[in-house]
């Protein structure tokens, strides 16, 4: 008989010989009660009254919709409930303290992709959880590798939970009889040969020549370098994105480009590249800015922004190697002359 544990009694067993494992537990189910209620506000869509625009942005310039408040609110108002120092969310411009006592600190997006809801694509929630350190708030500005547990839900066809926790990585399913996340898939690794990227192509003319040298190596199919012919996949929600490569493997770019605002890149460190890079990791793939591993990267602000290039391991170091090849970052020239194949190759 097939006995798919819920998640309380998934939790319950580690948390009995570890006092961090025990705390990041109790955090992973406060969240996970709150996503329950934002699922089901998410399902019912216009009906639940909270479309549109707040009229307020967040403190990065990004503009608020209602539920993006709704979801803050949820999460934060969970996370109180739970053994957690502070809280960083996307939505305020600094942490907010809530038990000072408390061994762990969260940083969290409480709804990751709320613009997609009107295409009734799939949104998440995203969450890094650390131990805390002498000092509250230089918890958030140690490098990823500082995460005990991290994971995101995606509010899709299902409501799943994928959780990096106690170095693996599990994926749980809201039954809706029950109100219960249940356990679905254990384990989770990365395929690692599948042909496949998902890239934004509009942007090309923006990129730097070595990411504009890896995606021509892959759309030149087995004539090129790779020798593979390769799918190309795009959704535009960085949940989404995670759960298609740890389901079906391939590699997800977003990379630093020339636009002003885009050099840097654009996904939040702390919450959004830290947290999925840890998933990426412990399913046996890898994450990466292009030049540094996203764990080993520390935050200088709150709301750091970082490139990120996920998935299978082997996928990640071709791109890696790609950008030790081409100097300056975004040099833009598409000359075969000073490409990554021409005469001074």
């Known amino acids: 008989m097939d006995i798919r544990p819920a998640l309380h009694a998934y939790l319950d067993w580690p948390a009995h010989h570890n006092p961090t494992r025990a705390a990041a537990a109790a955090v992973v189910e406060a969240l996970a ?5 934002l699922a089901r506000i998410i399902a019912a ?52 303290t809530l038990d000072a006592d408390a061994p762990l600190c969260v940083a969290i997006d409480p709804l ?46 299902q409501t799943v939970l994928v959780l990096a926790f106690d170095q693996c990585v599990d994926a749980f399913t809201l039954d809706p009889r029950t109100n219960q996340f249940v356990l679905t ?15 934004n192509s509009s942007n090309r003319r923006h990129w730097s020549g070595a990411v504009r040298g890896y995606i021509d190596d892959c759309l030149a199919g087995v004539n090129g370098e ?10 535009g929600s960085l949940v989404a994105e995670a759960y298609r490569i740890l389901v079906r493997g391939g590699v997800f770019l977003y990379p630093a480009d020339a636009r002003p605002g885009y050099r840097e890149g654009r996904l939040r460190l702390l919450y959004e590249a830290h947290p999925i890079a840890l998933i990426m990791e412990w399913a046996g793939g ?19 922004r970082v490139p990120l290039i ?9 791109v890696d190697a790609a950008h030790q090849t081409v100097e300056p970052l975004f040099e833009s020239s598409d000359a075969p002359l000073f490409a990554r194949r021409g005469l001074f190759r």
């Not at 999460?75 to 969310?89: G, I, N, Q």
């Open 33 to 37: 009660g709150a996503a329950v209620e």
């Open 286 to 304: 890898a994450a990466s800015s292009g030049r540094a591993r996203i764990l080993e990267l520390s935050a200088r602000t709150p709301h750091q």
């Open 112 to 157: 990751d992709g709320s613009a997609n809801l009107e295409n009734n694509i799939s949104v998440g929630t995203i969450f890094s959880i650390r131990p805390r350190g002498y000092d509250i708030i230089s918890t958030f500005f140690e490098p990823g590798t500082a995460q005990c547990a991290a994971g995101c839900f995606i509010y899709g066809p």
């Open 310 to 318: 996920m998935g299978s391991a082997r996928a990640v170091r071709d």
């Open 45 to 96: 869509g216009s009906l639940a009254g909270i479309g549109g625009e707040s009229g307020g942005t967040n403190p990065d310039g990004d503009r608020q919709k209602y539920v993006d408040l709704v979801a803050d609110r949820l999460m934060r108002d969970a996370l109180r409930t739970a053994p957690v120092a502070a809280v960083l969310s996307e939505e305020a411009e600094l942490p907010e």
């Open 185 to 199: 898939a254990r384990d989770l690794q990365i395929p690692p040969d599948t042909a496949e990227f998902a890239i």
């Open 226 to 235: 790779r020798g593979h012919d390769f799918n190309m996949r795009w959704i």
